[in-house]
């Protein structure tokens, strides 16, 4: 048996029923210092003097989520127990026997129905004190179990992991416990079910490599480390030295593996705030139909201008950027973060949103006004991880049945060793294919920058607005001037030929319509831009948000499929120009 938390010592010295007379003090384990124990629990078991997060029993873990008296038990079928009849220096079924009467529990997972912040939902927690929260047949048994009840409910899935691994006692029917999680899970993602993992220290091994690691959201608790081998295992077989805070929750935010770290005292905010955000919509009048749009979609209706004075302005450092327009656009807007293979490329973000009272997916390139924030961002040229993270939120987005709304602002995908090493021409041509099939309505604004493949990759859209200011093309003005003028000075002359600007984008209908700014430019008023945007959003959804997926499809198919063939639109109407 492990050696027992001091803590849980101290905690199960005391019966509960005794009232408690004099103030009870534990050792913290980081500091070594005493805390006060009331103290203590109202702190949410973090110590006051050194922070250090104490281990939780899934009890506490669910006390510390869950709203008060939300909280009911789910049935969980019986499960054999020790199949193989396993003994080591103990025989397992005593340090079954053990395990239980330490934490009370009948295995290391325990499901409940409740609700956090008002949001139902269906959760597994895992306890690491039972067994080190090995994965065996009743562990498996009960995370299986609290899936089909959230697919019941038509509710959320929540696991809090902590976990070794995999329990040896129950040999290769514990590795099997991976493989009906796994389908658990598969259920609830083809019912388009919300799924989050909180993950807490440790979790290693099978729960790392199956139910932990495959949920839509993964948040995981400050400082949890997160892996399939352990350091030890590592360092033990290949002898390998291991970077410093390795596997912590934040080395695996840094390596695009995970959506965010939460500190504990915001997890219940935070999940709060995911479920709001992924709730459903209610039914009720739907805001879509009541506003006025001034979108303009007639040729006529948009002045000639220079393109090259278009582009400076759609190049206007102060222009709202996507997380700004998130702000003003979207209710409760909870991002999220990661390719879930190498990076967090912050030049492009994205994450669910309320608009127009139902849930939607925003994704978008991400400049800045300043120069730090511009070189933060990297000028807005999304990396491959980039690209992956918004084809991962489309996916996800695809599942939950929610609206996409892109906004595009690049000069270009980032050109560099890096970029093509990690695959960019794939990562774009990936999200291209994506969005050519994704059964749910996409709308795209080009806010600035339109540049080449990079903007493309997140605008093969049934609906593609542009600004007053923005311009989409090809290839940027400057290096089409050096590749064909053998002058990048000749920009401008470049930027009229290659016709870039709103006017032209609606004559070859790459635009269905001009979306307005406030005078001067969006830079000059951003909550006017904003406003201005969600008319025009209300306007093109009411169009596409009841259509069914083949519809949309095949209506997107048409759209790009059409160009080239179709003649520009003021021919159509008999040749304005
Ligand atoms: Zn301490």
Same mark, same amino acid.
């Given at each position: 048996m492990r050696t027992a938390d001091p803590e849980r010592t101290a905690r199960a010295q005391v019966p509960e029923a005794q009232p408690p007379a004099a103030p009870r003090w534990l050792l913290c384990e980081g500091c070594n210092r005493p805390v006060y124990e009331r103290r203590f629990s109202r702190d949410l078991r973090v110590c006051p003097e050194c922070g250090r997060y104490a281990r939780l029993s899934a009890e506490e873990r669910i006390e510390q989520l869950f709203d008060a008296g939300s909280i009911s038990p789910v049935a969980v079928a019986e499960t054999i127990e020790d199949p193989l009849l396993f003994t080591d220096s103990r025989p397992y079924v005593e340090r079954l026997r053990t395990a239980r009467r330490q934490t009370g529990l009948d295995d290391a997972v325990?499901?409940?129905?409740?609700?956090?912040?008002?949001?139902?939902?269906?959760?597994?927690? +895992?306890? =690491?004190?039972?067994?080190?929260?090995?994965?065996? /047949?009743?562990?498996?048994?009960?995370?299986?179990?609290?899936? $089909?009840?959230?697919?019941?409910?038509?509710?959320?899935?929540?696991?809090?992991?902590?976990?070794?691994?995999?329990?040896?006692?129950?040999?290769?029917?514990?590795? +099997?416990?991976?493989?009906? @999680?796994?389908?658990?899970?598969?259920?609830?993602?083809?019912?388009?079910?919300? &799924?989050?993992?909180?993950?807490?220290?440790?979790?290693?091994g099978g729960v790392a490599a199956s139910f932990?690691?495959? @949920?839509?959201?993964?948040?995981?608790?400050?400082?949890?480390?997160?892996?399939?081998?352990?350091?030890?295992?590592? +360092?033990?077989?290949?002898?390998?030295?291991?970077?410093?805070? =390795?596997?912590?929750?934040? =080395?695996?935010?840094?390596?695009?593996?995970? $959506?965010?770290?939460?500190?504990?005292?915001?997890l219940r905010p935070t999940l709060a705030r995911l479920l709001?955000?992924?709730?459903?919509?209610?039914?009720?009048?739907?805001?879509?139909?009541?506003?006025?749009?001034?979108?303009?979609?007639?040729?006529? %209706?948009?002045?000639?201008? $220079?393109?090259?004075?278009?582009?400076?302005?759609?190049?206007?450092?102060?222009?709202? &950027? &996507?997380?700004?327009?998130?702000?003003?656009?979207? %209710?409760?807007?909870?991002?999220?973060?990661?390719?879930?293979?190498?990076?967090? /490329? &912050?030049?492009?973000?994205?994450?669910?949103?309320?608009?127009?009272?139902?849930?939607? +997916?925003?994704?978008?390139?991400?400049?800045?006004?300043?120069?730090?924030?511009l070189r933060e961002r990297n000028y807005g040229m999304s990396t491959p991880a980039g690209y992956r993270k918004a084809g991962r939120l489309m996916q996800l987005a695809a599942r939950l049945g929610l609206p996409i709304i892109t906004l595009v602002d690049t000069q270009g995908a980032y050109p560099g060793l890096e970029a093509e090493r990690e695959g960019q021409a794939w990562a774009i041509a990936e999200n291209l294919r994506l969005m050519?099939?994704?059964?749910?309505?996409?709308?795209?604004?080009?806010?600035?920058?339109?540049?080449?493949?990079?903007?493309?990759?997140?605008?093969?859209?049934d609906r593609v607005l542009v600004l007053e200011n923005s311009v989409y093309s090809v290839i940027s003005p400057e290096a089409c001037g050096a590749i064909l003028w053998n002058d990048a000075s000749t920009a401008p002359q470049a930027a009229r030929a290659l016709r870039i600007e709103p006017r032209e984008l609606l004559r070859h209908r790459i635009a269905d319509g001009v979306i307005p700014?406030?005078?001067?430019?969006?830079?000059?008023?951003?909550?006017?831009?904003? %406003?201005?945007?969600?008319?025009?959003?209300?306007?093109?959804?009411?169009?596409?948000?009841?259509?069914?997926?083949?519809?949309?499809?095949?209506?997107?198919?048409?759209? =790009?499929?059409?160009?080239? @063939?179709?003649?520009?639109?003021?021919?159509?109407?008999?040749?304005?120009?």
């Open positions: 325990v499901c409940v129905r409740g609700e956090i912040g008002g949001h139902p939902l269906v959760a597994a927690v +895992m306890d =690491f004190n039972f067994l080190g929260g090995s994965l065996g /047949c009743a562990a498996g048994e009960r995370i299986a179990a609290a899936a $089909d009840a959230a697919l019941l409910d038509g509710v959320p899935f929540l696991v809090v992991t902590a976990s070794g691994g995999a329990r040896m006692q129950e040999g290769a029917l514990s590795l +099997m416990q991976l493989a009906k @999680t796994t389908q658990a899970l598969v259920a609830l993602h083809r019912a388009g079910i919300l &799924t989050i993992s909180v993950i807490t220290d440790p979790t290693y932990a690691t495959q @949920t839509d959201v993964i948040l995981a608790e400050r400082g949890a480390r997160l892996g399939f081998a352990g350091p030890r295992v590592i +360092m033990q077989t290949i002898r390998q030295q291991l970077p410093a805070g =390795f596997q912590t929750a934040e =080395f695996l935010f840094e390596h695009g593996l995970i $959506d965010e770290v939460v500190p504990r005292p915001a709001a955000a992924a709730a459903p919509a209610a039914p009720g009048d739907d805001p879509l139909r009541a506003v006025p749009s001034g979108v303009v979609r007639q040729l006529d %209706d948009v002045p000639e201008r $220079d393109p090259w004075d278009v582009m400076r302005l759609a190049r206007e450092v102060g222009r709202p &950027t &996507t997380l700004d327009y998130a702000g003003r656009l979207l %209710d409760g807007f909870v991002e999220l973060h990661g390719d879930r293979l190498s990076d967090d /490329c &912050t030049a492009i973000v994205g994450g669910i949103g309320r608009f127009a009272g139902r849930p939607v +997916m925003l994704i978008g390139h991400q400049k800045g006004h300043t120069a730090q924030e050519a099939h994704l059964p749910v309505p996409i709308v795209a604004v080009v806010t600035g920058e339109g540049g080449s493949g990079g903007a493309l990759a997140l605008a093969l859209a700014e406030p005078e001067g430019g969006a830079h000059n008023d951003h909550a006017a831009a904003a %406003d201005l945007l969600r008319r025009a959003l209300y306007d093109v959804l009411a169009e596409i948000v009841d259509l069914d997926g083949e519809r949309l499809v095949a209506e997107r198919a048409a759209r =790009f499929g059409a160009f080239g @063939t179709r003649p520009p639109v003021a021919q159509q109407k008999g040749g304005q120009e």
